[in-house]
């Protein structure tokens, strides 16, 4: 993909340079992660100067002017000026989002003409973005209908662009409301609340947000351009959709109509038990207008919820139908985000139902405020009783219950979402959180390892925690043991050496079948000590963590959030007790590494508590959607479920739920967090720097019994590592010997290296270690932590010849000396195969069959295989005997090697057939 274009457009009394200043952090990280160039124009008018300008600021226009001509002028020289011809998106700014909007609105009236670069250049965008927007001080153009100054006046109809529209919380200068009422000018708006003023947010979260959105529109943008360029008809329905359709038009009959096909277009009355709506002709109800993009429901449709004039007695395109409007689209918007990759439209009409009944019920008691002012409750009409009854009693007193109820609701959601600023109260919730993390750990040791009900191919993930210079990105390179020099992580004795997180391929190794089948393999990867197979996963070093790091401190929730695609996680601990909690190396020091334990452990705690407990209201109104919650941590929704069955008395199944969850309360919501983190992150505890003291291990391991505590040196093992690359040592990863082969030509300062090493080995070994424990870190955090499925693919079940994969898929791995070479018995380049015995091992979910082995293999990003799925083959190591599988045969630790044969064959597969032959 080449360099996109972002058009910024900045605020009055900026200029294109000023507004480049203050986003420099969003600029830097579009440019790295989406190869995206921003240009700033400035502005045609200059403004008078100020105390403190050198030079006059800007604005796009004079308000009474009623034009924005001059501002067109000036994107469009600018445009020629850069030699711009196409524009992904714009990011626009106070007024400068008043600018993009009218942009927007006059590319779909196809009012520029005038303006031949811009007009053209805007065909393939795709976003917006709006900081601190306007719904008034906008001038008044004819051609959109746009009056009173207001752009939401405008007579042009919904844009379907996708679009961010970021909304401080504690903006002083356009208020969040009015910004709300600009999401009426999009057909699917995002609305991101943050918490500071009048700014293009930049803080960590913000950025993550940002970045996000303009990946998944450039996503989207990809498609259409393809789309575009093949003169392709309307998308058609994808199937997953038409079912979707099929299932609403069985449900709500003659509610649900179906306006156009491609793309699927189509409106669902909105089922609602207030009496006024009920009396309301069914063509005048409140309607669910929806339209399905390509993606749905893997991006959001497009949304509106219409007929509200009628609904609360508001002049149409008034500004309380306005307010209704926005305010309805903001929640609409939030349930679609929050059921992303679901069919969702259900989910919408019932958060459409509950919107309208909830805002019906605040205009019925005189506390419905819109567009600033209150919206009174309908009077009684000449002649009718005052109840149904004829009573007299009045209406209110019949929705006390309910309204008590959402009260207590509201009382309780503020109380589950409120800062906790006391020092005493924070105190009191971090040794809460020490008490639960003690019983969830207890727990987890009597139940066992959680197994998530799921197959499929496993790319396994190990994360690495800890504070900075604790040794994470030491051992890193150790266990990655890269070949070349740019892919070593960068290590110093200072905080916040890792900024982005490291990735890289490592290692935990197996004892091989081979022994058991009295045969010789050929593992792809090759082996280590006493003959134990490599089996390749992926190793993700993060930056440090500091106290705080939850609220954004040091380098924040952006370093959490690198976390969710780990499967366990190693915490990393400077068992030396020689550095501070801000990861400071003092040799004076002797800190007890267990507080290290307590506060990283408590950092991932708020993390998802307090994600989880900023949308406490919606989950109230709705429980089940404290599954969706989770999501975000790559989490299955049977692991919320066990959370809840190993915090919560009595909660025995998902119905619970709902019975339940109205009652708890914040610590409650701990307990359910602490043993989800254990269920979801299981963290084996690395003592590092056993070359420096080994003091601490055992007051470590007896303050968390129910953990995997183990001691080891990663400074030593890359250290080996790299004097065995550059010839020095003779040493095989993981043996508890080396032999150092240092001619005495060589240069002082590699005999000063080695004579450190030979100094380290002793303090090492003096630990109690038989190596220096960096393997022993790696195979006890993925074999007994979480366990994956060990499955060797084999082409001939009877000389156990592997299958070669694909090396784009699994990179070159490490001969059986450690080094860093291609194993040459994989297979060759056109595809045929050597004598590979046992040489490839998959990494499966626990409840794979053979069926999974097959779609491994036969699908990306593998594609070992071809054609369809005729039978399948095993050996059982436990009886050594061969056995013919179904598709629906579980794969197990046992029965796991596998033969797949299919009707179509690759040339390798050919090949291995012809050998079983002439072997028989």
């Not at 479920?641 to 619970?656: G, M």
């Not at 090697?897 to 090949?911: E, F, L, R, S």
């Amino acid at each position: 993909m080449g360099e996109r274009v972002l058009l910024a457009l900045h605020g009055k009394r900026q200029c294109g340079e000023i507004f480049h200043q203050r986003i420099d952090r969003l600029e830097n990280r579009l440019t790295k992660q989406h190869n995206t160039r921003i240009i700033y124009p400035d502005a045609p008018f200059e403004l008078p100067l100020e105390a403190g300008d050198d030079v006059p600021m800007r604005t796009w226009y004079h308000i009474e002017d009623d034009s924005i001509n001059s501002a067109l002028h000036s994107i469009e020289t600018h445009l020629v000026k850069e030699n711009i011809n196409e524009i992904q998106g714009i990011l626009g700014f106070s007024q400068g989002s008043v600018v993009a909007c009218l942009v927007l609105l006059l590319k779909e009236s196809d009012a520029l003409t005038d303006y031949p670069r811009l007009g053209s250049a805007l065909k393939r965008c795709n976003f917006v973005i709006l900081a601190g927007c306007p719904h008034n001080h906008v001038p008044n153009l004819e051609i959109l209908g746009i009056h009173n100054h207001d752009i939401t006046t405008t007579t042009a109809p919904p844009l379907s662009i996708q679009s961010l529209h970021c909304l401080g919380e504690v903006d002083p200068v356009v208020p969040p409301a009015s910004s709300s009422l600009v999401l009426s000018l999009f057909m699917s708006p995002h609305p991101f609340h943050h918490k500071k003023g009048h700014v293009v947010p930049t803080f960590s979260d913000a950025l993550t947000t940002l970045c996000d959105f303009v990946e998944s529109s450039f996503s989207t943008s990809t498609q259409r351009s393809q789309a575009d360029s093949t003169a392709l008809p309307p998308v058609e329905a994808t199937e997953d959709q038409l079912d979707e359709l099929e299932s609403l038009s069985a449900i709500y009959e003659d509610d649900y109509e179906l306006h156009q096909a491609a793309p699927p277009t189509f409106t669902i009355v909105v089922p609602c038990e207030d009496d006024k709506v009920k009396a309301l002709d069914r063509h005048h109800r409140p309607k669910l207008w929806i339209r399905f993009p390509a993606a749905y429901p893997d991006t959001v449709p497009q949304i509106k919820l219409t007929h509200l004039a009628a609904t609360f007695d508001v002049k149409r395109s008034d500004e309380e139908e306005l307010a209704l409007s926005s305010a309805a689209m903001i929640a609409l918007a939030h349930e679609a985000n929050d059921n992303l990759g679901l069919p969702m439209v259900m989910q919408l009409v019932q958060c459409a139902t509950e919107w309208l009944e909830d805002h019906l019920q605040q205009k019925k008691s005189g506390r419905l405020v819109l567009a600033g002012k209150a919206l009174a409750a309908p009077t009684t009409s000449p002649g009718a009783p005052s109840d149904a009854s004829g009573s007299g009693l009045d209406q209110s007193a019949t929705l006390s219950d309910a309204e008590h109820t959402r009260l207590t609701q509201q009382s309780k959601a503020r109380h589950m979402m409120r800062e906790i600023e006391d020092e005493d109260e924070m105190r009191e919730m971090q040794q809460l959180i020490r008490k639960l993390n003690a019983e969830a750990a207890e727990v987890e040791a009597t139940s066992g390892v959680f197994h998530v009900p799921k197959d499929g191919l496993w790319m396994y993930t190990v994360g690495l925690v800890g504070k900075p210079s604790a040794g994470k990105s030491t051992f890193f390179n150790a266990v990655t043991d890269p070949d070349r020099d740019g892919d070593i992580a960068q290590v110093a004795a200072f905080p916040f050496t890792t900024i982005d997180p490291n990735i890289g391929q490592g290692y935990f190794s197996v004892p091989c079948p081979s022994a058991q089948l009295g045969v010789t393999s050929t593992p792809s990867h090759g082996k280590i000590r006493d003959g134990e197979r490599k089996v390749p996963i992926v190793i993700k070093d993060v930056a440090g963590l500091v106290p705080g790091a939850y609220k954004g401190r040091g380098k924040g929730n952006a370093f959490l959030n690198d976390l969710c695609d780990a499967d366990v996680l190693i915490h990393v601990v400077d068992g030396s007790g020689q550095s501070d909690t801000a990861g400071v190396v003092d040799n004076t020091l002797h800190n007890d590494p267990s507080s290290d334990v307590d506060w990283i452990r408590a950092e991932i705690h708020w993390w998802v508590l307090n994600n989880v407990r900023a949308k406490w209201p919606g989950i109230l109104k709705t429980p089940s959607k404290l599954l969706g919650m989770f999501t975000g941590y790559r989490g299955h929704p049977s692991m919320v479920y066990e959370a809840c069955k190993r915090a919560c008395k009595n909660f025995n199944n998902p119905t619970d739920l709902e019975k339940q969850l109205p009652t708890w309360t914040l610590n409650d919501l701990h307990a359910i967090v602490a043993h989800y983190l254990r269920i979801r992150f299981p963290i084996l505890l690395a003592l590092n720097k056993m070359d420096k003291s080994s003091k601490f291990v055992s007051a470590v391991a007896k303050r968390f019994p129910h953990d995997l505590v183990l001691p080891m040196s990663a400074a030593t093992e890359w250290e080996l590592c790299q004097l065995r690359r550059e010839g020095y040592v003779e040493y095989t990863t993981g043996e508890a010997l080396y032999t150092a082969v240092v001619p005495d030509t060589a240069p002082a300062k590699v005999h000063a290296r080695v004579d450190r090493l030979h100094k380290a080995w002793k303090h090492v070994q003096a630990a109690g270690l038989t190596g220096t424990g960096v393997v022993d870190v790696v195979n006890a955090a993925v074999l007994q932590l979480r366990p994956p499925l060990l499955v060797y693919p084999v082409a001939n079940i009877t000389t156990f010849a592997g299958v070669p994969l694909d090396d784009a898929c699994l990179s070159a791995g490490h001969d059986d000396s450690g080094h860093g070479k291609a194993h040459a018995s994989a297979h060759k380049r056109d595809g045929s195969m050597l004598d590979g015995v046992l040489q490839s091992c998959l990494l499966l979910h626990p409840a794979s069959t053979v069926d999974t082995v097959y779609r491994a293999l036969h699908r990306p990003p593998l594609r070992a295989i071809e054609g369809d799925f005729v039978r399948a083959e095993g050996f059982d190591l436990e009886s050594k005997q061969q056995k013919r599988l179904k598709k629906t045969d579980a794969v197990t630790s046992s029965m796991c090697i596998v033969h797949i044969m299919t009707n179509k064959k690759k040339a390798w597969q050919q090949q291995a057939h012809t050998h079983s032959h002439a072997s028989a």
